[in-house]
């Protein structure tokens, strides 16, 4: 078996699993994924826990330490076993929130803080270096294995050019199949199939060496046994402090380490998955443990004193000639450190690029045009793909640095540690609600810094970071800060000490600075819905064991979508279902795309829980309620937009309504006063033009000749009057009257009107109380006399009464002097009392009066200039006006105009 | 004995006029004033001209066309509208409602007697 064949081999093998992985992406990428997302190919993704530590390592340890190896199995076994519901609640909200990463995880809980995902991620490096380191040196020990028993001398060189250019292959696979683009549920086909198929190889080639051993070498499982117990194995004192400790480390790191959250959450196709893998990963596990003691007793027993215990897997078939056994062996241990790597840098890839390189780079772009424009695809590919390269470099840093001296196991139980600070910052946020991120961070830095000092500084050796006079007395003669005795804990082993300061001060500080500072409201949002992820997700297979009626879902679909739209996605799927009718089968595939149509109406939370209320699959919690109302309150302050932009617009429309109507009336009003002006000039000038005609023609009597000549003078005067009444009334509408006020008597005044209304025509008589008319009045004296006139006229007109009289009588009151003009006639009807004071309002039949319906208009707008008014008293027997003129304000009223 | 004109009209002025034309031109003119009123005396006469004011007291001379143009009696009697508004909408109306002339006030007095003839030879 040369050397030069077993690259050969490798390479082969490295090839075949690109083309797992390839068919297998593509496979994905045309939909056939069923078997690729199968629960045996999530159990056997699982096996990453598995690492070149276990395969090589676990041998060593148990040559070393005796069945303390077991720990290693046993946490990750109670946790499938017996926590996982847990397992199922990090599932489920992985799902739920589209969770990314561990870093994500705790991040999104607490208010999607970025801080926590820096540190999360910071934390999950560092921790990752060493294992990537021990997995790099573990495929070099096994290079190296096999040139040494070819008798090629390896030096430090070629350990150093072995590592770098598996770091290389390592980084060119992860790039290939875990950067290639960018699934929304960073999930990886191609890379699972991968690490599922080495899974096996990893399994099969443990089993192979075990067989080997029991039954070719010790001859049988009774003569192993008895081998077995007369090894040193047995004899190791166990220390139960380090049993639980380890114990726990290694069921909190299952849960903790971000390769394995990767896996356990993010690659989970579906969360029923659980239930096999609960039993058959435990049986994995299992079976790869169950060969270790036999190998590690043949491998003491046969291997010269001081050959490498962690290589015995490979040694012990070479050593007995097996070189195919020892080939398959190889591969195992190589699958076993590749496929950890691969899964370990995509996640912290992940985590780097989402939680540190986007953020700032987003930072640096500093607006959000960057975020629209579809640039971030690429920068985020490209931050990935420069992340799996950093990670690598740095495990091939931290291999140079630490020289690769110390034992597999140690390095590895080193790296949980640092992984398991994440620990109580995840737990307490998914069970706790009051754990705020404040508390988070300060648990997760003080976890970082004691396990910092406590074990990952001193891993690189003595003297190397910390020197040995720290070790031994403390930084600055600090005793109490000594590395692995802190707070003076003395003797206790250094990986329980370390584990033992960090879990509590870790713990401690997390839940002390959760109780003291308040959540922000976002994170109180988050946190209720991590922590009642079952109350309210719908992650699971959501609407199942339906038990409504299709007509129920469809009243309230149509309530929301209306009547024709509700009825045409229901009739759709009958068809889809080859159904008559319209209604079709409730089947969960249905219940979920009604649930998407209608959340595209009224949000996803008020869709979720309106049907969730229908089908009674899930009670509603007091989550979709807020969400409910947060919805609803959008809903409203929408709506609330929207109806005060209709109500302005109906402001503006009742506005534009009035102004038409206004000038519709002002335009009907300006026509029938031009039809009523054209009506009173017409008629006298029809009689003078008629008459006229008759005179000319000669042929009239004397009487008749002078009776007509009586006519049309009349006729000219009445044309002349309404001509004057219409400037007139036009010139006081206009305001461009000009009022003179001059200082006069009451009673001379009202004499004066009587004689100008020319009484003696008919047999009106005037009463008047010449006592109460003994005023003085200054205003403009001819304008009031033209509204006296006028109201005399009237009386003289229109009162009916056989013995008509006139009573004008005088008062005063507070606001002036009230003259008043009442009629013993029948005074005006009372639905025409409001026209009167109208142009052309003639109230009595005919035009016998001779006027043309100005007179009481003029005299309204005279007396508006003077300060006062003209109006009707209803209560009057007869018809009755009164005239009010203000005594004090006359004056001011006259300067002003 | 001339053929009878029945002037329904409420200016005094314009009657006197109209009466004055027509009487010597060798019509029977009877007037009446009021609008109410107007189509007993139309169907107690009746009149084998009438000449209608549009704006009368009580009814307007539109109402009272389109009753005459119901009554069987009076539905062919030649009728002249009389109005001082002189719009155009009022002869539409008029001529809608089957007025069989339609004048605007003022006349001349010529126009007055050959419109009457013209209609009492129609």
């Known amino acids: 078996m040369s050397f030069n064949a077993l690259i050969v081999i490798a390479l082969g093998y490295v090839l075949l699993l690109f083309t797992i992985a390839f068919m297998a992406e593509r496979r994905a990428a045309r939909g056939h994924s069923n078997w690729l997302t199968s629960p045996w190919i999530y159990t056997l993704s699982l096996s990453i826990y598995c690492t070149g530590w276990t395969f090589y390592g676990a041998v060593g340890y148990a040559a070393r330490s005796g069945l303390e190896f077991v720990t290693i199995y046993l946490g990750p076994t109670l946790v499938m076993v017996g926590w996982w519901w847990v397992l199922r609640r990090l599932v489920r909200i992985g799902r739920a929130q589209r969770i990314t990463s561990i870093a994500d995880m705790v991040s999104s809980r607490f208010g999607k803080s970025t801080p926590l995902g820096v540190i999360v991620t910071v934390i999950s490096v560092i921790a990752a270096m060493p294992y990537i380191a021990l997995q790099l040196q573990s495929v070099t020990l096994s290079f190296a294995v096999f040139a040494q028993t070819e008798g090629v001398g390896w030096e430090q060189n070629d350990f150093n050019f072995t590592a770098f250019w598996v770091a290389i292959g390592l980084a060119v696979f992860t790039v290939i199949f875990g950067t290639r683009n960018l699934d929304a549920n960073e999930r990886h086909h191609g890379v699972v199939i991968a690490i599922a198929v080495e899974a096996v190889v990893k399994l099969c080639a443990l089993v192979a060496v075990g067989i080997f051993v029991v039954w070719g070498i010790a001859g049988g499982p009774s003569e192993m046994l008895t081998r077995i117990d007369q090894s040193d194995i047995v004899l190791w004192n166990q220390e139960s402090g380090r049993w639980i400790s380890l114990i726990f480390l290694s069921g909190a790191a299952f849960l903790c380490l971000p390769r394995m959250f990767q896996v356990l959450v993010i690659e989970n196709a579906d969360e029923r998955h659980l239930h096999i893998a609960s039993w058959a990963f435990p049986l994995y596990l299992f079976m790869m443990s169950l060969f270790v003691v036999p190998i590690a007793v043949i491998g003491l027993d046969l291997m010269p004193a001081g050959s490498n215990p962690d290589l015995f897997v490979l040694t012990v078939p070479l050593s007995e000639g097996r070189s195919g056994l020892a080939v398959l062996s190889f591969l195992g241990g190589f699958s076993s450190a590749t496929s950890m790597v691969i899964v370990a840098t995509i996640a912290l890839a992940t985590m780097v690029s989402n939680h540190m390189v986007v953020p700032f780079w987003l930072y640096l772009q500093g607006n959000q045009q960057a975020v629209i424009s579809g640039d971030v695809r690429h920068v985020i590919l490209l931050s990935r793909r420069l992340s799996v390269a950093g990670i690598l470099l740095l495990g091939f840093v931290y291999y140079r640095v630490s020289g690769g001296g110390t034992a597999l196991a140690a390095i590895g139980l080193i790296s949980f540690t640092g992984s398991v600070q994440i620990l109580p910052a995840m737990i307490g946020g998914i069970f706790w609600r009051g754990a705020t991120g404040v508390g988070a961070a300060a648990g997760l830095i003080t976890g970082l810094v004691i396990w910092v000092w406590t074990l990952f500084l001193p891993s690189f050796g003595v003297d190397a970071v910390i020197s040995q006079t720290v070790m031994e007395q403390g930084p600055y003669g600090l005793s109490w800060l000594r590395p692995q005795a802190l707070f003076g804990a003395n003797g206790l082993d250094p990986l329980v000490h370390g584990i033992v300061w960090s879990m509590i001060l870790n713990t401690a500080a997390f839940i002390l600075f959760s109780l003291v500072t308040f959540p922000a409201p976002l994170e109180r949002l988050q946190g209720a819905q991590f922590v009642n992820v079952f109350d309210h997700s719908s992650a699971a297979p959501a609407w199942t064991g339906a038990a409504t009626g299709a007509e129920d879902l469809l009243i309230m679909s149509q309530r929301i979508l209306g009547g024709a739209e509700a009825q045409a996605i229901f009739e759709a799927e009958a068809l889809r279902q080859g159904k008559v009718g319209y209604l079709p089968d409730v089947t969960s595939d249905f219940i979920e795309r009604l649930e998407r149509d209608l959340a595209g109406s009224v949000g996803a939370a008020t869709a979720h829980a309106m049907i969730g209320q229908l089908i009674g699959g899930s009670s509603v919690s007091v989550e979709d309620l807020i969400a409910v109302a947060d919805e609803a309150a959008q809903i409203l302050e929408y709506s609330n937009r929207l109806e005060a932009k209709s109500k302005e617009q109906e402001r503006t429309a009742r506005a534009l309504r009035a102004a038409n109507d206004k000038l519709t009336a002002l335009s009907i009003q300006k026509d029938s006063f031009l039809s009523q002006i054209s009506h009173e000039l017409r008629t006298p000038m029809t009689s003078i033009r008629s008459f006229s005609d008759i005179l000319r023609d000669g042929v009239t009597s004397d009487a008749e000749h002078e009776k007509y000549a009586g006519i049309i003078y009349d006729e000219a005067v009445r044309l002349t009057r309404l001509l004057d009444d219409l400037l007139d009334l036009s010139v006081l509408e206009n305001g461009q009257v000009e009022l003179r006020a001059q200082t006069g008597h009451l009673s001379d005044l009202l004499d004066r009107a009587v004689r100008a209304a020319g009484l003696h025509e008919g047999p009106l008589k005037i009463i008047r109380d010449r006592a109460s008319e003994d005023v003085t009045l200054t205003t403009d004296i001819d304008r009031l006399g033209q509204v006296f006139i006028n109201l005399i006229a009237n009386a003289q007109k229109y009162c009916d009464a056989k013995a008509p009289h006139l009573m004008i009588k005088v008062s005063e009151d507070s606001t002036g002097y009230l003259i008043d003009f009442i009629d013993n006639g029948s005074g005006i009807a009372p639905d025409k009392q409001e026209l009167i004071f109208e142009k052309f309002s003639r109230v009595a039949d005919g035009s016998k009066a001779g006027g043309a319906g100005l007179g009481l208009a003029i005299c309204r707008e005279i007396m508006q200039r003077l300060g006062g008014e003209v109006l009707y008293l209803a209560q009057s027997r007869g018809a009755a006006f009164r005239v009010r003129l203000p005594q004090v304000k006359t004056t001011t009223a006259l300067e002003k105009t | ?122």
């Open chain 2, 1 to 122: 004995m001339g053929k009878r004109v029945l002037l329904i009209e409420d200016e005094p002025n314009i009657i006197e006029a109209i009466s004055f034309i027509l009487s010597r031109d060798g019509w029977t003119v009877h007037t009446h004033e009021d609008g109410t009123s107007a189509m007993a005396k139309v169907l107690a006469l009746p009149p084998d001209v009438i000449i209608l004011d549009v704006m009368l007291p009580g009814r307007s001379g539109f109402d009272i066309l389109r009753d005459l143009r119901d009554n069987e009696v009076t539905k062919a009697t030649p009728v002249m509208m009389l109005t001082a508004r002189g719009q155009d909408k009022d002869r539409e109306l008029a001529m809608r409602l089957g007025a069989s002339l339609f004048m605007t006030k003022p006349f001349s007095n010529e126009e007055v007697r050959n419109h009457v003839r013209n209609l009492m030879e129609a």
